[in-house]
């Protein structure tokens, strides 16, 4: 009789587990940061589905067959915005259109910092007159001059989630979202979402205590991404090879890069895994930095829950590692 009644209890918590699931709405999330911040939301209810997985980059990504099928199916839909993901615009007008779409670059409480088009970029510069270390004669912007990769159409950076705080902006967007989409479940999700803001907060104290003995050293990043996490934690990019992914650097570019690598002597020149890593050895090319990866969009890592932890811990480890070598 005991068996039969464990027996019985484990049937009904496994068919209370999967009508939570089938009752849920079909979720689905453009990136792997935000996919990260939606999962912890919905954990314990369902896993939403991501778009752009493994190592691809959304600045290079295009849409699948089986991406397109799920567009059409899903009842919600989370992505940056216009800025990030423009390989999304067209599909969500055609296939979305059933769906409500979170453009959670207009979440409420976000602090947002306007894009930086030069590749090197220095506060004297910037107190001198010169408009946020712009190169006017950069090859690569003048080519490129018209994109409207990695900022919005307000002009802002739209790497958003490179600070906790913004991330913390992001999760009550998604609670919000979600309990609307879902108000069977808005317990849960809000929970989750509270418990989301305490981990953010550890997390946010756990960096700045990391980054502390480095946060004076300047260094080289493949392309600008990184405004919100300089801005957060004090750190110091010196310059960026690239200002968009998307963009080839010319030759005027690589030369300044190069000499300003010179400049700074022994420092750290960082790569990312989705993009070419021989112009980082071209930059640093008879000069004694240091080279190492920063994985802002977290190709590497497994989509998940604990990946926007993962993914924040490994850039200041990262940087902390190959600036204290560097010294």
């Given at each position: 009789?005991?068996?039969a009644?464990?027996?019985?209890?484990?049937?009904?918590a496994?068919?209370?587990?999967s009508?939570a699931?089938?009752?849920?709405?079909?979720?689905?999330?453009?990136i792997?940061?935000?996919?990260?911040l939606?999962?912890?939301?919905?954990?314990?209810v369902?896993?939403?589905k991501?778009i752009v997985e493994?190592?691809?980059?959304?600045h290079?990504?295009?849409?699948?067959?089986s991406?397109a099928?799920a567009?059409?199916?899903?009842d919600?839909?989370?992505?940056?915005?216009?800025?990030?993901?423009?390989?999304?615009?067209?599909?969500?007008?055609?296939?979305?259109?059933?769906a409500?779409?979170?453009s959670?670059?207009?979440?409420?409480?976000?602090?947002?910092?306007?894009?930086?088009?030069g590749?090197?970029?220095?506060?004297?510069a910037?107190?001198?007159g010169h408009?946020?270390g712009?190169?006017?004669?950069?090859?690569?912007?003048?080519?490129?001059a018209e994109?409207?990769g990695?900022?919005?159409?307000?002009?802002n950076d739209?790497?958003?989630w490179l600070?906790?705080?913004?991330?913390?902006?992001?999760?009550?967007?998604?609670e919000?979202a979600?309990v609307?989409a879902?108000?069977?479940?808005?317990?849960t999700?809000?929970a989750?979402?509270?418990?989301?803001?305490?981990?953010?907060?550890?997390l946010?104290?756990?960096?700045?205590?990391t980054?502390?003995?480095?946060?004076?050293?300047?260094?080289?990043?493949f392309?600008?991404?990184?405004?919100?996490?300089?801005n957060?934690?004090g750190?110091?990019?010196?310059?960026?090879?690239?200002?968009?992914?998307?963009?080839?650097?010319?030759?005027?570019?690589?030369?300044?890069?190069h000499?300003?690598v010179?400049?700074?002597g022994?420092?750290?020149v960082?790569a990312e895994?989705?993009?070419e890593?021989?112009?980082?050895?071209?930059?640093?090319e008879?000069s004694?930095?240091?080279?190492?990866?920063?994985?802002?969009e977290?190709g590497?890592l497994t989509?998940?829950?604990?990946l926007?932890?993962?993914?924040?811990?490994?850039?200041a480890?990262?940087?902390?590692?190959?600036?204290?070598?560097?010294?």
């Amino acid at each position: 009789m005991k068996f039969a009644a464990t027996l019985l209890l484990s049937c009904s918590a496994l068919m209370t587990a999967s009508n939570a699931f089938a009752d849920a709405p079909s979720v689905m999330v453009s990136i792997k940061p935000i996919h990260s911040l939606v999962a912890s939301v919905m954990k314990g209810v369902a896993e939403p589905k991501l778009i752009v997985e493994g190592a691809a980059s959304p600045h290079t990504y295009n849409m699948r067959p089986s991406n397109a099928s799920a567009l059409q199916k899903a009842d919600l839909i989370f992505w940056v915005g216009h800025g990030m993901e423009a390989f999304l615009e067209k599909p969500l007008e055609a296939l979305g259109a059933k769906a409500a779409v979170v453009s959670l670059e207009d979440a409420p409480g976000l602090t947002k910092l306007k894009f930086r088009e030069g590749g090197v970029f220095e506060p004297e510069a910037e107190e001198e007159g010169h408009d946020h270390g712009h190169s006017h004669g950069s090859e690569d912007h003048a080519a490129g001059a018209e994109d409207d990769g990695d900022h919005d159409h307000d002009g802002n950076d739209v790497h958003l989630w490179l600070d906790p705080m913004n991330a913390k902006a992001m999760v009550e967007d998604i609670e919000k979202a979600l309990v609307q989409a879902d108000p069977e479940n808005a317990t849960t999700y809000q929970a989750n979402g509270a418990d989301m803001m305490k981990r953010l907060d550890a997390l946010d104290t756990e960096l700045k205590t990391t980054l502390e003995p480095v946060k004076d050293k300047p260094f080289i990043v493949f392309h600008d991404a990184y405004q919100y996490f300089e801005n957060r934690y004090g750190v110091k990019v010196a310059g960026s090879i690239t200002v968009s992914p998307e963009s080839i650097p010319g030759a005027e570019r690589v030369k300044e890069i190069h000499q300003k690598v010179e400049e700074l002597g022994a420092t750290c020149v960082f790569a990312e895994p989705q993009f070419e890593p021989k112009l980082v050895k071209v930059v640093t090319e008879g000069s004694k930095a240091r080279s190492g990866v920063l994985d802002p969009e977290a190709g590497a890592l497994t989509e998940g829950p604990d990946l926007y932890f993962e993914l924040m811990r490994g850039l200041a480890t990262s940087l902390k590692t190959c600036l204290s070598q560097a010294s």
